[in-house]
T-cell receptor, first 113, second 112 residues
């Protein structure tokens, strides 16, 4: 079955430190890959996507994600975390020839002042 | 563009009542999705449309749930009759083919 895994329910990072939120997927072919962020009492906001090309994708708010085909991973990264980055982050994949996006369960990111 | 618009933002109703949630997608998007989010089950896809046509409703939990998209700029999700276990945040999202989905702010439904 096709799936997306976010192995960490929560990640704690000190402000100013680099952060990584992990995502791996199990999907046939070369899917489209996405990251979303959800702030409290808000809808999901699109951060970035990978379709093809450079493995390092840059997105909103200074975030970037690295696609690794051999490891089927798409980890979200940021060089220097801000307290305002504290939120719930979702990894998602859209298999080729599929209209639907499969979402991971989400990782709660806490940036400590 | 104002983004995806959902109404109402909050809805409190009593068990057995009919509930109608509304969504206006981003103009030009050809896909529309309805999701439900709860603490227990996370984010669940209920149904999605392509060019106003329902494509996959396998996520709709029961016959009490129905969704329509009469035109490219409007969709409804109806629950009749509502039950306390339907309490959740319901999101509408829209997208272009192959693009990421843009989510509305959600409707927080509480069924007493």
């Amino acid at each position: 079955a096709q799936s997306v895994a976010q192995p960490e329910d929560q990640v704690n990072v000190a402000e100013g430190n680099p952060l990584t939120v992990k995502c791996t997927y199990s999907v046939s072919g070369n899917p489209y890959l996405f990251w979303y962020v959800q702030y409290p009492n808000r809808g999901l906001q699109f951060l970035l996507k990978y379709i093809t090309g450079d493995n390092l994708v840059k997105g909103s708010y200074g975030f970037e994600a690295e696609f690794n085909k051999s490891q089927t991973s798409f980890h979200l990264k940021k060089p220097s975390a801000l307290v305002s980055d504290s939120a719930l982050y979702f990894c998602a994949v859209r298999p080729l020839r599929d209209d639907k996006i499969i979402f991971g369960k989400g990782t709660r990111l806490h940036i400590l002042p | 563009d104002a983004g995806v618009i959902q109404s109402p933002r909050h809805e409190v109703t009593e068990m057995g009542q009919e509930v109608t949630l509304r969504c206006k997608p981003i103009s030009g998007h050809d896909y529309l999705f309805w999701y439900r989010q709860t603490m227990m089950r996370g984010l669940e896809l209920l149904i999605y449309f392509n060019n106003n046509v329902p494509i996959d409703d396998s996520g709709m939990p029961e016959d009490r749930f129905s969704a329509k998209m009469p035109n490219a700029s409007f969709s409804t999700l109806k629950i009749q009759p509502s039950e306390p276990r339907d309490s959740a945040v319901y999101f509408c999202a829209s997208s272009y083919t192959s693009g990421g989905e843009y989510f509305g702010p959600g409707t927080r439904l509480t069924v007493l």
